[in-house]
């Protein structure tokens, strides 16, 4: 099983819909995560990062953590063409500074 | 530009030979974390470091590679007598601190082997 895993797509949404992207964790002491934006080519981008329970919302961006399930949720609302990259889960493991990427979700965001 | 800074962006180098890749991490940054993306592939951790010490080299390869962060100027990971396989990108990361902060990446060095 790997350590976190997602969808690799491409999930392909109309503009101006809501994206879901989800990722799933195995390691339940794990306590931090956060999710990144990366266009081809270029560097992860830091979008949103969450450490209780719960929703957490920045503008257009709501991440959903489910600790009990091992599950953390990015919702992206009125989605746009900009939106379109890959979008990469990172969970901190229990005790360490590290984090560990699942290998992403290309979404695509159509006209 | 007070944002985590890499170079070269971009570097070539012939089997055997050795490549430097510089970082300076974010202002008010002591924390500086490398990760290696492969072609077609996730990003990999492969070493922590703060200044003058190694917390975490549990990604680094067994040989050829090294890392380091002095007093002064920026953490460099160094990889000698490069092989094909050494191509990618090869990503540094910066965070205030030591736990579940989160970590902001410089723009990446692309590294090519002929």
């Known amino acids: 099983q790997k350590e976190v895993e997602q969808n690799s797509g491409p999930l392909s949404v109309p503009e101006g819909a809501i994206a879901s992207l989800n990722c799933t964790y195995s390691?339940?002491?794990?306590?931090?995560f956060f999710w990144y934006r990366q266009y081809s080519g270029k560097s992860p981008e830091l979008i949103m990062f969450i450490y209780s329970n719960g929703d957490k919302e920045d503008g257009r961006f709501t991440a959903q953590l489910n600790k009990a399930s091992q599950y953390v949720s990015l919702l992206i609302r009125d989605s746009q063409p900009s939106d379109s990259a890959t979008y990469l889960c990172?969970?901190?493991?229990?005790?360490?500074?590290?984090?560990?990427f699942g290998t992403g979700t290309r979404l695509q965001v159509t006209l | 530009n007070a944002g985590v800074m890499q170079n070269p962006r971009h570097l070539v180098r012939r089997r055997g030979q050795e490549a430097r890749l510089r970082c300076s991490p974010m202002?008010?940054?002591?924390?500086v974390y490398w990760y290696r993306q492969l072609p077609e592939e996730g990003l990999k951790f492969m070493v922590y470091?703060?200044?003058?010490?190694?917390?975490?080299e549990s990604g680094m390869p067994k040989e050829r590679f090294s890392a380091e962060f002095p007093k002064e100027g920026p953490s460099i990971l160094r990889i000698q007598q490069v092989v094909r396989g050494d191509s990618a990108a090869y990503f540094c990361a910066s965070s205030p601190g030591q736990g579940p902060y989160p970590q902001h990446f410089g723009d990446g060095t692309r590294l090519s082997i002929l």
């Open positions: 390691d339940r002491g794990s306590q931090s």
């Open positions: 990172a969970v901190n493991p229990p005790t360490a500074s590290k984090l560990t």
């Open positions: 470091l703060q200044k003058e010490n190694i917390i975490d």
């Open positions: 202002k008010g940054h002591s924390h």
